[in-house]
């Protein structure tokens, strides 16, 4: 069985500056994806980032990127130079890819992210 | 751009009641999905299809069915409603093969059951 687990509940960061997300993760499948979604109060899940298990280099996004250790099993992700409208729910997630078919996605309970002016 | 849309952003209903949730794709996605969202629990995956008129259960299906019987709408299903469906609902959808196999997802169903 698959498991996320995000440890942060809240977070509270002044704008401008950097902001890791602690994401790590649990699973016996060699093959998977780890996904990074932004959840603002209107409720919409946005899609912000993939970093596939044999992926050799970590992913970016624009202002968003992901630092995957593959060894401690952990999908952090790292927002740089925050900006008011970063906050919002984050939901780290993730699915099997060997299986070949379809499958749900795995979440984390979210971390709740406040960037202060 | 991907475009997931459901058929209602709130919706109060009586315990007892069949409540119909629609989801619509217009992606051509084959995957298709039904997750609820409650405070501290994070998403929990209740059915998912991956073709016409195939479904497989979540990880928690009781109490709900679901109905795909054109690929661009999956619609979920509450037999007789209690209150302790009262939850947000999120659709989404995927195209298996592609890169990454990203899930993206409708504006939300805020239902409560009274």
């Known amino acids: 069985a698959q498991k996320i687990t995000q440890t942060q509940p809240g977070m509270f960061v002044q704008e401008k500056e950097a902001v890791t997300l602690d994401c790590t993760y649990d699973?016996?499948?060699?093959?998977?994806?780890l996904f990074w979604y932004k959840q603002p109060s209107s409720g919409e899940m946005i899609f912000l980032i993939y970093?596939?298990?044999?992926?050799?280099q970590n992913a970016t996004e624009g202002r968003y990127s992901l630092n995957f250790q593959k060894a401690r099993k952990s999908a952090n992700l790292v927002i740089s130079a925050s900006q008011l409208g970063d906050s919002a729910m984050y939901f780290c997630a993730m699915r099997d890819l060997s299986g070949g078919g379809a499958d749900g996605l795995t979440f984390g309970k979210g971390t709740h992210l406040i960037i202060q002016p | 751009d991907v475009k997931v849309t459901q058929s209602s952003r709130y919706l109060v209903k009586r315990t007892g009641e069949k409540v119909f949730l629609e989801c619509v794709q217009d992606m051509d996605h084959e995957n298709m999905f039904w997750y609820r969202q409650d405070p501290g629990l994070g998403l929990r995956l209740i059915y998912f299809s991956y073709d016409v008129k195939m479904k497989e259960k979540g990880d928690i299906p009781e109490g709900y069915s679901v109905s795909r019987e054109k690929k661009e709408r999956f619609s979920l299903i509450l037999e007789s409603a209690s209150t302790n469906q009262t939850s947000m609902y999120l659709c989404?959808?995927?195209?298996?093969?592609?890169?990454?196999?990203?899930?993206?997802f409708g504006p939300g169903t805020r239902l409560t059951v009274l």
């Open positions: 699973t016996s499948d060699p093959s998977y994806g």
């Open positions: 970093q596939g298990s044999y992926d050799q």
């Open positions: 989404a959808s995927s195209m298996p093969g592609s890169f990454t196999d990203t899930q993206y």
